[in-house]
């Protein structure tokens, strides 16, 4: 059987190097560098000839450098005559423009995922994807995993009887049902429009909330505004001011550390699938993703299947 071979990418050494430790290898030897005009340059330092290679990275801020980097390490692999190469991907960024919201722009998700394909992946692992549908553009095998039973095995314990999951807008309606189901909680729906990258508005909450403990859940926090216009519409209906939030991607930019100390959070849990920003400050509980993701590369590398682990249901 062809080695496992586990390259990280510099999105998320961390959780890179965890993964590593659950399925016993190191990872291979690679070095990033840049030439002195700002160009990457990357070497795989050991031999990777007819490996199982498994190139884990973030498409995390700062985006298109960690997606020039997917990008060139694959085609370094395949060069090196890898046998096969899967991209391990915690966080897919640029799956939000999933369509065109006005004309004369691009469906970004669906160039990455051609880019992606084109330089050789083969089969792609990834977690919590923004919508379902992006995985329809790709053509490789795509094996989609979800944090949320991770997520809600590690809020349960800290819910009141009367809780209610908060779905932060009409996209994560889906999502909020997931958790409502495995907590046995009824859900409520925020309606939120888009005013901007960095500002939403919110009118009206769907469900009740008067009295409970609202918990509100979504793939990622950006800028922290639709959390924080979730939170405002929700506590303005009554809901009572000890907000916990699960989140799979916390990615935390611009002003989201100050949105969230803004409200009355009692706990933010989120996964690494990537690593809190250096100037975030604030509590988070950060459940692990390392363990899952080194059982589905264990199992795609014995060729057995992933149904039990994907965690939809
Ligand atoms: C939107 O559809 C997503 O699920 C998130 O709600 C959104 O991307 C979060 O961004 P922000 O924190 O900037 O509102």
Redesign the pocket.
């Given at each position: 059987m062809a080695k496992l071979t586990l390259i990280a990418g510099s999105a998320n050494p961390r959780l890179a190097e965890a993964v590593a430790r659950h399925l016993g290898i190191e990872t291979a030897a690679v070095e990033i560098g840049r030439f002195p005009d700002g160009e990457l340059h990357i070497t795989i330092q050991q031999s990777i000839r007819g490996d199982d290679v498994f190139v884990m990275q973030s498409v995390s801020p700062p985006v298109d450098l960690h997606l020039i980097e997917l990008l060139f390490i694959a085609d370094a692999c395949r060069r090196a005559g890898a046998g096969r190469i899967t991209a391990v991907l915690p966080y897919l960024g640029y799956a939000?423009q999933d369509r065109r919201a006005s004309g004369r722009e691009p469906i970004s998700a669906r160039l990455v995922a051609d880019a992606i394909q084109l330089v050789g992946y083969q089969r792609i692992v990834t977690i919590d994807l923004?919508a379902p549908a992006v995985e329809g553009f790709f053509t490789v095998a795509t094996e989609i995993l979800s944090a949320v039973p991770l997520l809600a095995g590690a809020i349960q314990p800290l819910l009141p009887p009367d809780a209610v999951i908060i779905a932060?807008?009409l996209?994560?309606v889906k999502l909020a049902d997931r958790y409502a189901r495995r907590l046995g909680l009824p859900v409520a729906i925020v309606h939120k429009e888009?005013l901007s990258?960095?500002m939403?508005t919110a009118s009206r909450v769907t469900g009740d909330v008067r009295g409970r403990v609202p918990v509100i859940v979504?793939?990622?926090?950006?800028?922290?505004?639709?959390?924080e216009a979730a939170a405002r519409t929700v506590l303005a209906a009554g809901a009572h001011p000890a907000i916990i939030i699960a989140v799979t991607h916390p990615?935390l930019v611009g002003p989201?550390a100050a949105r969230l100390d803004g409200l009355p959070v009692r706990r933010l849990v989120v996964t690494d699938s990537v690593p809190l920003p250096s100037d975030f400050h604030g509590p988070a509980d950060v459940v692990s993703l390392a363990p899952l993701l080194a059982a589905a590369i264990k199992r795609l590398h014995d060729q057995r299947s992933l149904a039990d682990l994907r965690g939809y249901r």
């Amino acid at each position: 059987m062809a080695k496992l071979t586990l390259i990280a990418g510099s999105a998320n050494p961390r959780l890179a190097e965890a993964v590593a430790r659950h399925l016993g290898i190191e990872t291979a030897a690679v070095e990033i560098g840049r030439f002195p005009d700002g160009e990457l340059h990357i070497t795989i330092q050991q031999s990777i000839r007819g490996d199982d290679v498994f190139v884990m990275q973030s498409v995390s801020p700062p985006v298109d450098l960690h997606l020039i980097e997917l990008l060139f390490i694959a085609d370094a692999c395949r060069r090196a005559g890898a046998g096969r190469i899967t991209a391990v991907l915690p966080y897919l960024g640029y799956a939000r423009q999933d369509r065109r919201a006005s004309g004369r722009e691009p469906i970004s998700a669906r160039l990455v995922a051609d880019a992606i394909q084109l330089v050789g992946y083969q089969r792609i692992v990834t977690i919590d994807l923004h919508a379902p549908a992006v995985e329809g553009f790709f053509t490789v095998a795509t094996e989609i995993l979800s944090a949320v039973p991770l997520l809600a095995g590690a809020i349960q314990p800290l819910l009141p009887p009367d809780a209610v999951i908060i779905a932060p807008d009409l996209g994560a309606v889906k999502l909020a049902d997931r958790y409502a189901r495995r907590l046995g909680l009824p859900v409520a729906i925020v309606h939120k429009e888009r005013l901007s990258g960095e500002m939403v508005t919110a009118s009206r909450v769907t469900g009740d909330v008067r009295g409970r403990v609202p918990v509100i859940v979504d793939d990622m926090i950006t800028t922290g505004a639709t959390i924080e216009a979730a939170a405002r519409t929700v506590l303005a209906a009554g809901a009572h001011p000890a907000i916990i939030i699960a989140v799979t991607h916390p990615l935390l930019v611009g002003p989201a550390a100050a949105r969230l100390d803004g409200l009355p959070v009692r706990r933010l849990v989120v996964t690494d699938s990537v690593p809190l920003p250096s100037d975030f400050h604030g509590p988070a509980d950060v459940v692990s993703l390392a363990p899952l993701l080194a059982a589905a590369i264990k199992r795609l590398h014995d060729q057995r299947s992933l149904a039990d682990l994907r965690g939809y249901r």
